[in-house]
């Protein structure tokens, strides 16, 4: 398990914005030993991407409700690529996956958001964006799905900061901010502490919950999904965790599923 890191949401005051930060840096070396465990090197082109879709995601998490669970899938066509980076703030855990192998071609770079609270149905927006920046990409999913404006920037290598607009924000503020206002944003606006949570990279998933992923597979062309093996070696969608699945713990989790 990795240990937890910090992220801290203020309120501007005077600006009507909610700020909030945290320094990443155990949360990357815990993403990166994961992957590193799973076989799953990061490739060079997708690791800026990743990093800042779990920080963002983590961001994002700790200004929503405490019982929220989210999940953001970004295709980018050029790099082709998709990042994966999703929050359970019930739990305290973010979880990320790069993906730059095996993907169809998409006319448009999308934003697909997915929201979850207890006993309401599960949300999906979809929202298009331009460019090849992760953190560009989750500001026009704010604009154009959360219908208010966003922004976030890096303070040195592994502090990321998210500044959002709140009711009667000064958005003429919000759109002049740069790294050097960030760089002084304690001394230069009032901020009041909203909150402190901790979070930390886990995803969650078993041998179970991948036989439960795999059951429809199973279902529809059992003979194709093994071929002439007993046993198919899989990775998470979420983590990129390997699992070794074998065709008769998948016929019996099968069988039990539809008894």
């Known amino acids: 398990m990795s240990p937890d890191i910090?992220?801290?949401?203020?309120?501007?005051?005077?600006?009507?914005a909610l700020v909030a930060r945290g320094d990443f840096s155990e949360l990357f070396a815990a993403w990166y030993?994961?992957?590193m465990d799973a076989g799953l090197p990061v490739p060079p082109e997708c690791d800026s991407n990743g990093?800042?879709?779990?920080?963002?995601?983590?961001?994002?998490?700790?200004a929503r409700p405490r019982q929220e669970t989210c999940a953001w899938t970004v295709h980018f066509r050029n790099p082709r690529m998709n990042i994966f980076a999703a929050g359970d703030n019930a739990a305290g855990t973010v979880v990320a996956n790069v993906f730059n192998e095996n993907i169809r071609e998409i006319e448009k770079d999308v934003f697909y958001a997915d929201v979850i609270e207890p006993g309401q149905a599960a949300r999906r927006?979809?929202?298009?964006f331009e460019g090849t920046d992760f953190l560009r990409a989750a500001e026009a999913f704010y604009k154009k799905s959360e219908q208010r404006a966003a922004r976030f920037f890096w303070h040195g290598d592994?502090?990321?900061?998210?500044?959002?607009?709140?009711p009667d924000c000064d958005l003429d503020w919000l759109a002049s901010l740069?790294?050097?206002a960030i760089a002084t944003l304690d001394a230069d606006v009032e901020l009041s502490l909203l909150e402190k949570r901790a979070y930390r990279f886990e995803c969650g998933c078993t041998q179970e919950r991948m036989l439960d992923f795999l059951r429809p597979v199973y279902l529809r062309q059992g003979s194709e999904l093994f071929g002439e093996e007993e046993t198919i070696r899989i990775h998470c969608p979420r983590c990129g965790s390997r699992f070794a699945i074998t065709r008769?713990?998948?016929?019996a989790h099968t069988e039990k599923s539809a008894g």
Not at 9 to 15: E, G, M, S
């Open 178 to 180: 740069d790294a050097a």
């Open 6 to 16: 910090e992220v801290r949401t203020y309120f501007a005051r005077h600006r009507n």
């Open 51 to 62: 990093r800042e879709a779990l920080a963002a995601v983590t961001l994002h998490c700790a």
């Open 158 to 166: 592994e502090d990321l900061v998210l500044v959002a607009a709140q």
């Open 125 to 128: 927006s979809v929202t298009e």
């Open 248 to 251: 008769e713990a998948l016929e």
């Open 33 to 35: 030993l994961h992957r």
